[in-house]
Nanobody, 122 residues
Framework: QVQLVESGGGLVQAGGSLRLSCAASVSMYTMGWFRQPPGKEREFVAAIRRSGSRIYYADSVKGRFTISRDNAKNTMYLQMNILKPEDMAVHYC??????????????????WGQGTQVTVSS
């Protein structure tokens, strides 16, 4: 059974930083981060393929967030810098065994974590 466990969420002031982690129970090919702000739909944040050679970001986080992974630990990270109040959301880890072509599409992912809250105070 595949499990994804997120950690690292919390409360931070605007302009601050947080680092999220997602530990998978097995090796996954495509891994990504999504977030769901209060009262809104879940949205794509970033994705990375197993080799790390292909990385994708939502326009809203480019230049501020960095996605990475450590395949030896089956763990993915999201370094979030210069956080803004609009980044406040429950952040979810997602993964698929296959190459996800439309990395921003929720339906491309088969497994999801439980979510971790990121709160940004202004």
């Amino acid at each position: 059974q595949v499990q994804l466990v997120e950690s690292g969420g919390g409360l931070v002031q605007a302009g601050g930083s947080l680092r999220l982690s997602c530990a998978a129970s097995v090796s996954m090919y495509t891994m990504g981060w999504f977030r769901q702000p209060p009262g809104k739909e879940r949205e794509f944040v970033a994705a990375i393929r197993r080799s790390g050679s292909r990385i994708y970001y939502a326009d809203s986080v480019k230049g501020r967030f960095t996605i990475s992974r450590d395949n030896a630990k089956n763990t993915m990270y999201l370094q979030m810098n210069i956080l803004k109040p609009e980044d406040m959301a429950v952040h979810y880890c997602a993964a698929a065994f296959r190459l996800a072509v439309r990395v921003g599409d929720l339906k491309e992912y088969d497994y999801w974590g439980q979510g971790t809250q990121v709160t940004v105070s202004s």
